[in-house]
């Protein structure tokens, strides 16, 4: 099973913010990733954070991290229909290149 | 996607059927990863090759095999041996920076 873990689905209205939460399990992970799915298509990274920080934004983006309750999540203000997509978040441990992947949050962008 | 080409979009495969998805990339990245998803679920990871000539077995390794004979090619073979085989099949490189992973568009397996 995944070490990341996400909840499964979130719908907004179009110009409500979105915040997609993930909790993960290692705290010597060093960066961790969200990336973007849309239909039939592959992973796209959106921004990371590398783990002496707590947030960092970019443009509609925010990622908040919570070292100490092992929480990352990714606000998107002024969410858009095109942002209907699956959200992954992902770690690197501090062994090895390796990423270690949540299940991905179905964010549904209701007109 | 861009510099990392998944094919075919679509396969599909008879029972006893060994089938090879291919995956190029012209990145110059060394690291190169397939990964399974199931829909719904998120990503597991298959097989890894750090390096040319060498690779690694992943999480669910078992009824695949791997090759790495050059920097820009890392194919994957489905053997008859996997028997749940259907699944969307990702391709991804990894650059040093950041160890930030670019993903290829996918390839679909299904069985007939």
């Known amino acids: 099973g995944e070490d990341v873990e996400q909840s499964l689905f979130l719908s907004v209205r179009e110009g409500d913010s979105s915040v997609i939460n993930c909790t993960y399990t290692?705290?010597?992970?060093?960066?961790l990733y969200w990336y973007k799915q849309e239909p039939g298509a592959g992973l796209q990274l959106l921004t990371y954070?590398?783990?002496?920080?707590d947030m960092k934004q970019d443009q509609r983006l925010t990622v908040l991290l919570n070292k100490k309750d092992k929480h990352l999540s990714l606000r998107i203000a002024d969410t858009q229909t095109g942002d209907s997509a699956i959200y992954f978040c992902?770690?690197?441990?501090?062994?090895?290149?390796?990423?270690?992947f949540g299940g991905g949050t179905r964010l549904m962008v209701k007109p | 996607d861009g510099g990392i080409t998944q094919s075919p979009k679509y396969l599909f495969r008879k029972e006893g059927q060994n089938v090879t998805l291919s995956c190029e990339q012209n990145?110059?990245?060394?690291?190169m990863y397939w990964y399974r998803q199931d829909p719904g679920q998120g990503l597991r990871l298959i097989y890894y090759?750090?390096?040319?000539?060498?690779?690694q077995k992943g999480d669910i390794a078992e009824g695949y095999s791997v090759s790495r004979e050059k920097k820009e090619s890392f194919p994957l073979t489905v053997t008859s041996a996997q028997k749940n085989p259907t699944a969307f099949y990702l391709c991804?490189?990894?650059?040093?920076?950041?160890?930030?992973?670019?993903f290829g568009s996918g390839t679909q397996l299904s069985v007939l």
């Open positions: 992902a770690e690197r441990r501090n062994a090895g290149n390796m990423l270690t």
């Open positions: 290692d705290s010597s992970s060093t960066y």
């Open positions: 954070i590398f783990s002496n920080m």
């Open positions: 990145l110059n990245h060394d690291a």
């Open positions: 090759s750090q390096i040319v000539n060498d690779f």
């Open positions: 991804a490189t990894q650059t040093g920076e950041r160890e930030k992973l670019f």
